[in-house]
């Protein structure tokens, strides 16, 4: 796949790559394809010839989403290295400890990296962000403007770069999202990795010439081989929605937070990363879109299964649709019902552990009969109430009702060695509460043993880069809101 996107960033050199966008939504160029192949050779060349790394050694990369942090994970494979990417949101004392198991022979940072590592440290923590002192993990170049202070630029040596590397080997190492305080380092080879964006090309099939809203590395390499322009998504909800109606894509790849905050789509959508109920992928095509696909994916095996909206909202059974697993992709059960993932797409191991083929997802699940995922929610969330294991997985997708933007069940200490159930629900904006109240009804009723014993209307308090529902924060609202604290 990336041998193919080099031929194609070559043949088409003068054709649009990275798109952008103004303020107002229009669309910019941010690197065209010539641009970003001549951009990952002058790396390479630097990288080989300079600071003289070689096959297998480890390049840490703290570089914002854009055509230079693209540019260095395709210099890095071409020379055969291994890119762990230097996370701010995992927490310095993390990737301190988890890198001391693979060094870096070199760290490249962009100027706003080395300030969240510096100078700009207090202001970062405000928004959760935080860096070990880079120089503490290895030798330091700086990718792109340079400012006061910062490590000296990545320049070239003498001499283009150098051949290929063809064989396999680690390919990139990945911290895992998470709230504990150790997350584990995934790692994946070249086979791996290569796997997993064969499987997003065979889902997707972007055309040439189409117009792709999305960012990660997996949306990336797929559609610019493709042929196909990749527009990077605004950080701004309302710069988002301008950007969506200006650029009218073909494909758009977008967390569920962000697709609640859009008024109109194009094309087919995809999102994943944190729950998307079938009310959700209604509410998209309702707005425009050709087909509405939720996608079950983890950094350690992206992506795993997938299913349409049609699919999904004619499903009646408790849990979560996740749709059958993709080409490849193998389940199996453990005996307390955890759901176990393994193919040519899943993680080779974690950082400092032996390989292991299956990966264990965290997620309770049943296969139907038909070999479809139902996924009953994660195993560490279930609530213990009256002796009765309740798992919210199973029971959260009847709650999302129109009207009803997101919704969790949680445990909250009763001060008796219990719990009590509670529904959080986040109305959508001008929604009637009584009558949602209302309407709720049924489907509480309908959980029979599991009915929660209070149900409560707020914000589902979010964290984590893709946004997942904060299940220990929203537990203490409600705790709150109870009068249970």
Not at 291 to 318: C, N
Not at 330 to 340: F, I, N, Q, S
Not at 357 to 383: E, F, N, S
Request: charged residues 25%; proline residues 9%; glycine residues 12%.
């Amino acid at each position: 796949m990336l041998d193919r996107l080099d031929r194609t960033l070559r043949e088409g050199a003068d054709r649009p790559a990275l798109l952008g966008c103004t303020r107002t939504g229009a669309v910019t160029v941010r690197a065209r394809c010539g641009e970003l192949a001549d951009l990952a050779d002058a790396f390479a060349a630097a990288l080989h010839h300079r600071y003289g790394l070689r096959p297998g050694d480890t390049l840490g990369v703290a570089v914002r989403p854009g055509p230079r942090a693209l540019a260095v994970l395709l210099a890095a494979h071409r020379l055969g290295l291994r890119a762990a990417v230097l996370d701010p949101s995992a927490g310095p004392e993390v990737l301190l400890a988890r890198l001391a198991l693979a060094r870096p022979a070199l760290v490249l940072a962009d100027a706003a990296a080395q300030a969240v590592a510096g100078w700009a440290r207090p202001l970062a923590r405000r928004a959760h962000l935080a860096l070990p002192p880079l120089a503490e993990l290895g030798p330091v170049a700086t990718v792109g403007p340079r400012r006061p202070g910062c490590a000296p630029a990545l320049t070239g040596g003498p001499g283009g770069p150098p051949p290929r590397y063809d064989g396999d080997g680690d390919a990139v190492i990945v911290f895992t999202s998470g709230t504990t305080s150790a997350p584990r380092a995934v790692v994946h080879t070249r086979a791996t990795l290569a796997a997993g964006m064969r499987t997003v090309d065979g889902l997707v099939r972007p055309g040439p010439g189409a117009a792709v809203l999305g960012g990660t590395f997996f949306v990336l390499v797929p559609a610019l081989a493709a042929g196909a322009s990749v527009a990077l998504s605004a950080r701004s909800p309302k710069v988002l929605g301008r950007q969506l109606a200006r650029l009218r894509p073909d494909e758009t790849y977008l967390t569920p937070p962000q697709l609640r905050g859009i008024g109109s789509f194009t094309g087919r959508v995809w999102t994943g990363s944190a729950p998307a109920g079938a009310e959700l992928l209604r509410r998209v095509k309702r707005l425009g879109a050709r087909e509405a696909w939720g996608v079950y994916a983890l950094t350690e095996l992206f992506p795993a299964a997938a299913v349409e909206e049609g699919e999904k909202s004619a499903f009646d059974g408790d849990g979560d649709l996740l749709g059958h697993p993709l080409p490849g992709v193998r389940t199996a059960l453990t005996g307390d019902g955890e759901l176990l993932l393994a193919g040519p797409a899943a993680r080779d191991r974690y950082l400092g552990e032996r390989p292991d083929p299956w990966v264990r997802t965290g997620d309770r699940a049943r296969i139907t009969a038909d070999g479809r995922i139902v996924l009953a929610g994660r195993c560490k969330d279930m609530v213990l109430r009256r002796a009765e294991n309740i798992y919210p997985g199973l029971y959260e997708p009847a709650l999302h009702l129109p009207g009803v933007e997101l919704a969790v069940l949680v445990g909250v200490p009763a001060g008796d060695g219990d719990e009590r159930l509670v529904a959080l629900v986040q109305p959508a904006p001008g929604t009637d509460r009584r009558r949602l109240r209302g309407a709720l009804q049924g489907p509480l009723e309908r959980m029979g043993s599991a009915r929660p014993d209070a149900l409560l209307f707020a914000d589902v308090p979010l964290a984590g880069r893709s946004r997942k529902p904060d299940r220990a924060a929203a537990a203490r609202l409600c705790a709150e809101e109870l009068g249970l604290r």
